[in-house]
């Protein structure tokens, strides 16, 4: 499957907590990246990180990639209500592949 | 600045009667455009893609078809609606080969 998976499937933290959520593949790779999409509404791309990169932040975020292990983490750290939304994981294999999109994950960030 | 505009932003219809949903946007020339659909807990099914105006790819049989009439304007159409077409309906531009930037999207209820 040419999708990454993401893991958990829901995740509840209080504000101000870190979150770290996961993500593995099972082929090589030439990017990686992170979208979240707040509930019923489209999808914003968060960050990108390619295949010879081991990390990379924007902001909040931090997006770990290990290639000899197939998966990626991304941490939000002091976490906000505001960050309550799901959160994608997507793997581009080729020049020419599509963006396959899996199930997300659910983050849930009480205040 | 690019902007992608998506609508109606919501839609009842009709088991049976016909579908036409637009995509527009403004500020690029010759995007790549993708037309996604999300059902209820699942992840982005990819429905079809345009490189350019009239050039279609389907990646999923189905009672849908998309049109390109124009260089930005893409258009999702059914000519007889079924209950399973229910769904979160994504538009979607490619500036470059690797990342993609999503409509507001349009969410659509068949009855």
């Known amino acids: 499957s040419q999708q990454g998976e993401e893991d958990p499937q829901a995740l509840s933290i209080q504000e101000g907590e870190n979150a770290t959520m996961n993500c593995s593949y099972k082929t090589s790779i030439n990017n990686l990246q992170w979208y979240r999409q707040n509930s019923g509404r489209g999808l914003v791309h968060l960050i990108l990180i390619r295949s010879n990169e081991r990390e990379k932040h924007s902001g909040r975020l931090r997006v770990t990639l290990d290639t000899s292990k197939k998966s990626s983490s991304l941490l939000i750290t002091a976490s906000r209500a505001a960050d309550t939304a799901s959160y994608f994981c997507?793997?581009?294999?080729?020049?020419?592949?599509?963006?396959?999109f899996g199930k997300g994950i659910t983050l849930s960030v009480r205040p | 600045s690019q902007t992608i505009h998506q609508w109606p932003a919501t839609l009842v219809q009709p088991v049976g009667s016909p579908l036409s949903l637009e995509c527009t946007v403004e500020g690029t020339s010759n995007p790549n455009l993708y037309w996604y659909r999300q059902a209820a807990g699942r992840g982005l099914q990819l429905l079809f893609y345009s490189v350019g105006i009239g050039q279609i790819s389907s990646e999923v049989p189905q009672n849908l078809s998309a049109s390109r009439p124009q260089d930005r304007q893409f258009i999702l159409s059914s000519k007889k609606l079924l209950l399973s077409d229910s769904g979160f309906y994504l538009c979607a531009w490619e500036p470059r080969a690797d990342t993609q930037y999503f409509g507001p999207g349009t969410r659509l209820t068949v009855l």
């Open positions: 997507v793997i581009l294999t080729g020049a020419n592949s599509k963006l396959t």
